[in-house]
């Protein structure tokens, strides 16, 4: 049986977008947030919108501007930003309704490949998510879509964000793996530049439609990765796991 | 369907004595090596040597004396502390025979009832160690036995180790429970304690031969604990878990 990448004996998933598909699942929980406050804005766009913040938002923390804080204040303030960005008032909104929607971070379905894909690797591999949400967060997705991690790393264990080099190498650190012996899977090539920088080897899965019908980024492997795949369950066929 | 514990999500668990029998484990590592070094001692008492050990150390670093390690680190010092102990030259012994009876302590058997203990006790709460044990430690375990934990969770989450409060606390904030939607699984009454004084529920499972048929500690619950049970799948009887 061909059996690659013989030297890896832990696995690190990016988790939005590489193993959920976080943009239907924030449109079908916002969906009925706009219709009750009466916002004239798509709920896909507005899922869209509310991730465009996530990058800016965490670069904050990444230059120093401001301490470490977890994934899910983040998201919350940016979704604040975001409805007032559209002349919502957010303080007549109750929290109760604000807390929920942001939830919708928790309650993401997995693409169809990817509990059993994670549920094959598991028997070759640790997998863990090494992932910029924060641990409540990749435990409820987890138990919402049955994903089988062994542990759950990342941002919250480094108190840094990816691409920062601490993300993956207290990650790897704790999970008790040198970067040699590690990979990172991710469908995005900015965050595999990153782990290969950091001597770790790559798995590029393609998610075309992370973003929606028009997606503009993150269409093919921009680099020679060590494997390139349209699913997890193609992963678990590459590296020859039963 | 009576289901205790209503306002109960999170049940942390203390592992070593709790959910797997670390004296049969380490006795069974150590065997060979005692026979190959020629080191006159029972393994089951080479064995509770060790783990006598164990509390002094973590003693060292919750005093404030030395900073916060991992508990492998500690298990190593201990274990050529212990061999030093009687009469063994240390440095004469290949450091690749002392990692890897180190690592013993990640390859330990569940008590019988564990493992399907904690699939039950899954499906109504998220379940994961708030252990003293490192997260690759905890990882291992996990893979050797079977144990389907949510997350791991415990003293590398907090740096510091039980019962210094921040295991606890660190370890629920990180999972996103309040004390009082918690409760402490342990085979200890001084675990059990902590946990209770900062707020949490508290479930007592007895383990009477942990230290091996002598054992004269925690043979019984010394307080009025929530739930007492002998195993882990009654935990999960008593508390509903079909």
New interface residues.
């Given amino acids: 049986m061909n059996c690659r990448l013989q030297q890896v004996g832990f696995l690190g998933f990016d988790v939005f977008g590489t193993v959920v598909d976080w943009r239907s699942g924030v449109a079908r929980a916002a969906a009925p947030f706009l219709e009750r406050y009466d916002i004239a804005l798509d709920p896909f766009d507005f899922a869209n919108a509310w991730r465009a913040l996530y990058q800016p938002a965490m670069e904050t923390v990444r230059s120093g501007q401001r301490p470490w804080v977890r994934l899910d204040v983040l998201q919350r303030e940016n979704l604040e930003r975001l409805l007032a960005g559209h002349g919502v008032a957010v303080d007549d909104i109750p929290e109760r309704d604000l807390a929920e929607l942001t939830r919708a971070w928790d309650r993401l379905d997995p693409w169809p490949d990817a509990a059993d894909g994670l549920a094959r690797l598991k028997r070759r591999f ?1 997998i863990a998510p090494v992932s910029n949400g ?7 997705l ?2 919402f879509g049955g994903l ?6 990342g941002a ?2 480094s108190r840094s964000y990816k691409p920062q080099p601490a993300t993956y190498l207290k990650s790897l650190e ?3 793996f040198e970067p040699g012996q590690a990979a990172l899977v991710a469908a995005h090539n900015g965050d595999l530049r990153a782990a290969r920088a950091l001597g770790m080897h790559t798995v590029f899965v393609r998610r075309p439609h992370e973003y929606g019908p028009d997606q503009d980024q993150d269409l093919r492997a921009e680099e020679d990765w060590d494997v390139v795949a349209d699913s997890l369950t193609e992963v678990a066929d590459i590296l020859g796991c039963a």
């Fill in positions: 640790v924060h641990i409540a967060g990749m435990l409820q987890a138990r089988p991690w062994d542990a759950i790393l919250e264990i704790a999970a008790g």
